[in-house]
Every structure is written in C-alpha cells, then in structure tokens.
C-alpha cells in the first residue's frame, strides 16, 4: 500500500512538475553577428519572440501593437524600428558602427530582423548593447553570436550587464 502511495505520489510530481515547465516561458533573444570581408560588412540577425516586442511597445506607447499581423500599420513598423535602434547598437574598434535594417520575416511566432553596417574592413573588437525587452522584462536575456574571419565569440547580456566587448 505503501508502495502504490509513493507510485502515486511520484507521478503527481511528475505531472505537475511537466505542466509547470511548459506554462514557464523563457525570455531570450538571439542576435549573431557576421563579417563579411568581401563586402566589409556585419551582417546581424535578431531573433525576438513577436508577442514580447508588441508587449514591450504597448507599455511603451500605450496602445495595441500588432507586429507580424495583417493588422500592422506603417506606424507600429517604424516604432518598431526606432525602439530597436534606441536598444542595439555596435562599435567596431572603439568607433560606433551604422546599423541599416534590410528585411524583415516571421518565423511561426518569432520576428527575425536583418541588418547592416557597411563599410568596415578590418576588426580587431565589436562592443554590443543590446537591451531590447529589458525595460518590459527583467528576466530577459540578449544572446549574442558572432563571427570574424573564422573566430566565433558570444556574449549574453542581461539587464545586469546590457554591453558587452568580444575580442577578435
């Protein structure tokens, strides 16, 4: 009887413990950096989840964002825009780097945004701020992954250490 107790007990625990991980959501970004000598560029692609980004820009606005819906406006697109420029931004070798946003697509519930800085020929050091969603969530984390001439570098920034220096 014992037995058929802490069986029963075991597979409460279970369930609720399952149930409890998929209600919990995780708040992350991923950002990865490129060079591209033959171009001198950084190619960046972000990763946010859409539902965090209109959150974000609701509080900010207030009022209804509808990012990545036939509902969208060409004011919530360029809100959008500047609140992603106001939180991400790069220096190269100390200096800071012009980013230009060239596309834009939605992957099932993620935003993945394309951009750009040109004109860069050689990188010894990329500073990265990233502090999209920190002013929504504090639990956010900002991943970044980059690529120089063969060397991978990452950085996870958090509300606690917004910027962040990878050496190359």
């Given at each position: 009887m014992l037995k058929k107790i802490s069986f029963f007990s075991l597979g409460v625990l279970i369930c609720v413990s399952l149930t409890a991980a998929s209600i919990h959501k995780f708040y992350v970004s991923i950002n990865?950096?490129?060079?591209?000598?033959?171009?001198?560029?950084?190619?960046?692609?972000?990763r946010f989840f859409i539902d965090d980004v209109n959150n974000a820009l609701e509080k900010k606005?207030?009022?209804?964002?509808?990012?990545?819906?036939?509902?969208?406006?060409p004011e919530m697109t360029?809100?959008?825009?500047?609140?992603y420029f106001e939180n991400f931004s790069i220096k190269v070798n100390n200096k800071s780097a012009k980013l230009q946003i060239v596309n834009r697509e939605i992957e099932d519930d993620v935003i993945i945004l394309y951009s750009v800085s040109k004109n860069i020929s050689k990188i010894s050091s990329i500073e990265v701020k990233n502090t999209m969603l920190f002013d929504f969530i504090s639990e956010q984390q900002n991943i970044i992954h980059s690529s120089v001439l063969g060397k991978k570098r990452s950085a996870l920034l958090t509300v606690s250490k917004s910027v962040d220096v990878l050496k190359y």
């Amino acid at each position: 009887m014992l037995k058929k107790i802490s069986f029963f007990s075991l597979g409460v625990l279970i369930c609720v413990s399952l149930t409890a991980a998929s209600i919990h959501k995780f708040y992350v970004s991923i950002n990865q950096i490129n060079f591209v000598s033959e171009k001198k560029e950084l190619q960046i692609t972000s990763r946010f989840f859409i539902d965090d980004v209109n959150n974000a820009l609701e509080k900010k606005h207030k009022s209804i964002f509808y990012l990545a819906d036939k509902r969208e406006t060409p004011e919530m697109t360029k809100a959008f825009e500047a609140y992603y420029f106001e939180n991400f931004s790069i220096k190269v070798n100390n200096k800071s780097a012009k980013l230009q946003i060239v596309n834009r697509e939605i992957e099932d519930d993620v935003i993945i945004l394309y951009s750009v800085s040109k004109n860069i020929s050689k990188i010894s050091s990329i500073e990265v701020k990233n502090t999209m969603l920190f002013d929504f969530i504090s639990e956010q984390q900002n991943i970044i992954h980059s690529s120089v001439l063969g060397k991978k570098r990452s950085a996870l920034l958090t509300v606690s250490k917004s910027v962040d220096v990878l050496k190359y």
